[in-house]
């Protein structure tokens, strides 16, 4: 079966950017999303169709999916932005998720 | 607006039954698939099923297949997901979520709040 892999951590300095990455074989091939989910709240689309935003989330979230690795990346990250985050496929009518990072931001 | 409402929280006991309900709103119904995702406590999200409330297309993942049951009603819009016998590795919060507008990819846009499953003798 298809597999997303994510790194569990990551940490970036307030105002600086944060790269959070998503392998899969041949993932370029595929369109990948992004979700944030921060404690206690559900999931929330920040990225979809590899760079695409939806309304109300901020510029400076973007995505990109070239070759093997999707990734999300933040811009002049914030506090506010320190949450899990989950890339997420489509393969073979079946939803696929990755295992999530940590983002911290200190 | 557009609205997933799910069913409030449960305690059961191993064995039991449970269905439980995601309700949209504010939007046409039957025209997007609507997914299920367990988070286990302190774990990651796993994609259970999807179903297209229209004709009730549904689709398992291999590892929910025969685990759960998810079925839709289109007269009162409403989604469901269902154990006939539950377990403690069932404890988990379960979410119900809108696929977005796309022909060639699977997202999902809007998130209902999420039902918190607690199994327990």
């Known amino acids: 079966s298809y597999e997303l892999t994510q790194s569990p951590s990551v940490s970036v300095s307030p105002g600086q950017t944060a790269s959070i990455t998503c392998s899969g074989d041949k993932l370029g091939d595929k369109y990948v999303c992004w979700y944030q989910q921060k404690p206690g709240q559900s999931p929330v689309l920040v990225i979809y169709q590899n760079n695409k935003r939806p309304s109300g989330i901020p510029e400076r979230f973007s995505g990109s999916n070239p070759g093997n690795t999707a990734t999300l990346t933040i811009s002049g990250t914030q506090a506010m932005d320190e949450a899990d985050y989950y890339c997420?496929?489509?393969?073979?009518?079946?939803?696929?998720f990755g295992g999530g990072t940590k983002l911290t931001v200190l | 607006e557009v609205q997933l409402v799910q069913s409030g929280a449960e305690v059961k006991k191993p064995g039991e039954s449970l269905k439980i309900s995601c309700k949209g709103s504010?939007?046409?119904?039957?025209?997007?698939?609507i997914a299920w995702v367990r988070q286990m406590p302190g774990k990651g999200l796993e994609w259970m099923g999807i179903i297209y409330p229209d004709n009730s297309d549904t689709r398992y993942s291999p590892s929910f297949q025969g685990q759960v049951t998810i079925s839709a009603d289109k007269s009162i819009t409403t989604a469901y997901l269902q154990w006939s016998s539950l377990k403690a590795s069932d404890t988990a919060m379960y979410y119900c979520?809108?696929?977005?507008?796309?022909?060639?990819?699977?997202?999902?846009?809007?998130w209902g709040k999420g039902t918190t499953v607690t199994v327990s003798s």
């Open positions: 979520a809108k696929r977005g507008r796309s022909d060639h990819s699977f997202f999902m846009d809007v």
């Open positions: 504010g939007y046409s119904f039957t025209d997007y698939w």
């Open positions: 997420q496929a489509w393969d073979r009518s079946t939803v696929i």
